[in-house]
Nanobody, 123 residues
């Protein structure tokens, strides 16, 4: 499985960005996909996840009400719509794929990772 994230950039506080992640390869065993982020000097943290079948979604408290994760099964794509962005959202954002999950928020539950896309929010 290969994951390719895109859509990052520089935006002012209060603005919006939409991240995309394209999955290719042996994707038919996908259980879910998620987004994580890592800011300089900080650990990688969970942002959002979505179950591939059924579409249940999960969010970190810090992004609830501002970010929306969605998917397109036919295109093997997952998206992260980010609104009302804050400087604290500045980080490299990674998409990840899991074939089985116990805890959506644990990065070690995901076996496949994209290369990351930089999101910078200026104040």
């Amino acid at each position: 499985v290969q994951l390719q994230a895109s859509g990052g950039g520089l935006v002012q506080a209060g603005g919006s960005l939409r991240l995309s992640c394209a999955a290719s390869g042996r994707t038919w065993t996908t259980y879910g996909m998620g987004w994580f982020r890592q800011a300089p000097g900080r650990e990688r943290e969970f942002v959002a996840a979505i179950r591939w079948s059924g579409g249940s979604t999960y969010y970190a408290d810090s992004v609830k009400g501002r970010f929306t994760i969605s998917k397109d099964n036919a295109k093997n794509m997952v998206y992260l719509q980010m609104n009302s962005l804050k400087p604290d959202d500045t980080a490299v954002y990674y998409c990840a794929l899991t074939r089985a999950i116990g805890n959506w928020g644990r990065s070690d539950e995901y076996g496949y990772w994209g290369q990351g896309t930089q999101v910078t929010v200026s104040s």
